[in-house]
């Protein structure tokens, strides 16, 4: 059957330091895979989308990689703050539509 | 980008009744979807809803409990029937809008409705 896999303890670390979220698929072969953040009362948002021909994405302080042949993605999020706190949800898309994991909560300290 | 409200916001209801929630975009969208959320779980995929056609849900969920009305571009319902407190959890709508940034279908998140059935 298939499933997502994200980082199944919360993540808590220092402001300045670089949160590493892993998520793990088995049995989709998604054209591509995106990645959202959810904070607490409010639905989700988009954030990067990596395509399975892309190694690497980066938008500003976030970084997104993607292995096919390992099923892996990471999201970085480099130089944290505070107000990066929240759930960060991975969704590979397939089929015609996107699956979530049940996401990986992140709490940076100052 | 999409602006999505959704109404009510939340709602307490009693067992057997049924609530229909109601998802407004500000601008026309291709497809919009309605998940299903429970407390620390992932979001699950109730069912896809086109304009002009029937619902399409996904294994688990029927449209006898959770009917679905998409009567144009902008506005879609969905009904949730007969209630349980199982059905106790939060509802999203999220849709994918017509300019799809490079072909890929980037989904927009309404704030979803808290619902809690007693």
């Known amino acids: 059957s298939q499933k997502i896999e994200q980082n199944s303890e919360a993540l808590n670390i220092q402001e300045g330091k670089t949160a590493t979220l892993t998520c793990n698929y088995t049995n989709y072969s998604p054209a591509y895979l995106q990645w959202y953040r959810q904070d607490p009362g409010r639905g989700p948002v988009f954030l990067l989308l990596?395509?399975?021909?892309?190694k690497e994405k980066r938008k500003e302080r976030l970084k997104v990689t993607f292995d096919t042949t390992l099923k892996q993605s990471l999201f970085h999020i480099t130089a944290s703050q505070p107000a990066d706190s929240a759930t960060y949800l991975c969704a590979p898309y397939n089929d015609y539509k996107l699956s979530f994991g049940a996401g990986t909560t992140v709490t940076v300290r100052a | 980008s999409a602006v999505i409200s959704q109404k009510p916001s939340r709602d307490i209801c009693q067992r057997g009744t049924s609530l229909t929630i109601q998802c407004q975009v500000d601008s026309q969208v291709t497809m919009m979807f309605w998940y299903r959320q429970q407390p620390g779980q992932s979001l699950t995929l109730i069912a896809t809803?086109?304009?002009?056609?029937?619902?399409?849900?996904e294994s688990g969920f029927v449209i006898d409990k959770f009917p679905i009305s998409r009567p144009n571009l902008t506005f879609s319902t969905l009904t949730v029937s007969n209630m349980s407190p199982e059905d106790s959890s939060i509802y999203l709508c999220?849709?994918?809008?017509?300019?799809?940034?490079?072909?890929?279908?980037?989904?927009?998140f309404g704030p979803g409705t808290r619902l809690t059935v007693l």
């Open positions: 990596i395509r399975e021909n892309e």
């Open positions: 809803a086109n304009q002009g056609s029937e619902a399409t849900y």
């Open positions: 999220s849709v994918t809008p017509l300019l799809r940034s490079g072909g890929a279908d980037t989904q927009y």
